[in-house]
T-cell receptor
């Protein structure tokens, strides 16, 4: 079945710097790709999702890149600020119409003032 | 505002006791999910449901039951709780097309002594 690996597990950056989180997946039929943010003591909140026919999507300081050839999904937080400190998860849906989401293991991002 | 509400938020149980975690959603989504979150494992799917009356096994169903009596409510039941089930449990709802967009509750922290 689908395997998702996420790295790094921990990431510290200075305020204003970029933070990049990467996930790799194994199933080339994967249809949907998402990023979630989890703040301390809270549930996961959807940040952004893309379909497999999208290579790049930008919203509010976030950039999602999808490289289907390498089966790699990345999240780039440009100009990170302390409020971005949280755990970030990638999630993939193996195929169109699937009920299932498979999550990466998470990245603890700390943005230092 | 669409919401997923879990109860209780915190629970301490004894080994061998019965625990019921409840989830209510106002999103009118067909699909609902129960995950557990443990350090180093990300989120793992326990049970899910396609609609009222439906329950399906996820990736780690052993030791858990689920009940979906209505569109809005989805419960996770631990008949004989064990210390290994100490975890944070998250309920989520999503639409039937599973576009990578799930809406999560705030989590229920369960400690089994």
């Amino acid at each position: 079945g689908e395997q998702v690996e996420q790295r790094p597990p921990h990431l510290s950056v200075r305020e204003g710097d970029s933070a990049i989180i990467i996930c790799t997946y194994t199933d080339s039929a994967t249809a949907y790709f998402s990023w979630y943010k989890q703040e301390a003591g809270a549930g996961l909140q959807l940040l952004m999702s893309v379909l497999s026919n999208v290579d790049r999507k930008e919203e509010q300081g976030l950039t999602v890149l999808l490289n289907k050839k390498d089966k790699r999904l990345s999240l780039n937080l440009t100009a990170a600020h302390p409020g971005d400190s949280a755990v970030y998860f990638c999630a993939v849906s193996p195929s169109s119409g699937s009920w299932q989401l498979i999550f990466g293991s998470g990245t603890q991002l700390t943005v230092m003032p | 505002e669409a919401a997923v509400t879990q109860s209780p938020r915190n629970k301490v149980a004894v080994t061998g006791g019965k625990v019921t975690l409840s989830c209510n959603q106002t999103n009118n989504h067909n699909n609902m999910y129960w995950y557990r979150q443990d350090t180093g494992h990300g989120l793992r799917l326990i049970h899910y449901s396609y609609g009222a009356g439906s329950t399906e096994k996820g990736d780690i169903p052993d030791g858990y039951k689920a009940s979906r009596p209505s569109q809005e409510n989805f419960s996770l039941i631990l008949e004989l709780a064990t210390p290994s089930q100490t975890s944070v449990y998250f309920c989520a709802s999503g639409d039937a097309q599973a576009t990578g967009q799930l809406y999560f509750g705030e989590g229920s922290k369960l400690t089994v002594l």
